[in-house]
């Protein structure tokens, strides 16, 4: 019996539908659907959280299957506090667009893995780190500075467009990776959207008709 259908079965016992489950895990319906119906498994803290919900062990959730929670990967040996960062399935393009949905940050994107770094990983740099996701990079339009393959370090926090830097947004056609400015005095407001490899023509959006998913705080060269 797979994830999704010991889920479903736990589900209807309690009397729980999808839209009270998601509720009670403060996510979105389709989150939970995912679980359901693509087979798409929770993230760590999350699957914490289902367990309380319904009443059972890791053990019974997972029961009988050769499903698996995201894979976990640690840095270093951890023996102190921790703080855990999901990478997500989402794929920015640097590049033309990638056709995927924009980042929200509620639970719909497929977790890949979970990183545990030590809770004192990032120094004063990022104090808050609940809102950290790591994404792979596809593309060559941010060349030199973000390779096809990099992985960057993205707080879905940050979602306004000040001030000028880099951000992973939907603008319109596909996930991507770019650099954003406000143009000053424009109404309704735009921005300018722009790549570093010379190769790439920069173009103007209006505001309202892009959607940002969260600024790049950093790249992951962890090696």
Not at 68 to 74: E, V, Y
Not at 128 to 140: A, M
Not at 174 to 179: E, F, I, N, Q, S
Request: proline share 8%; hydrophobic share 40%.
């Amino acid at each position: 019996m797979s994830f999704a259908q010991n889920l479903a079965r736990l589900m209807e016992a309690r009397g729980i539908d999808q839209s009270e489950l998601a509720r009670q895990l403060d996510i979105s319906s389709q989150a939970v659907n995912q679980w359901l119906k693509r087979g798409t498994h929770p993230t760590h803290a999350r699957t914490q959280r289902l367990l309380e919900v319904l009443g059972v062990s890791m053990d019974e959730l997972f029961a009988d299957t050769s499903d698996a929670s995201p894979p976990i990967r640690c840095v270093e040996p951890q023996d102190g506090p921790t703080i855990i960062i999901p990478e997500l399935a989402a794929t920015p393009q640097a590049g033309s667009g990638g056709g995927m949905p924009p980042l929200d940050g509620n639970g719909d994107h497929i977790v890949l893995t979970e990183w545990v770094l030590p809770a004192g990983f990032f120094g004063r740099l990022i104090r808050n780190t609940d809102h950290l996701r790591l994404l792979e990079i596809r593309g060559d339009s941010m060349q030199p500075d973000y390779m096809a393959g990099d992985k960057v370090l993205v707080d879905i926090s940050q979602r306004g467009p000040t001030p000028p830097g880099i951000y992973v947004l939907w603008d319109g056609f596909g996930l991507v990776l770019k650099r954003i400015e406000v143009l000053l005095g424009r109404t309704p407001p735009a921005v300018m959207i722009s790549s570093i490899n010379p190769s790439y023509a920069s173009y103007e959006c209006l505001l309202e008709d892009i959607s940002i998913g969260g600024r790049v705080v950093g790249k992951w060269d962890w090696k």
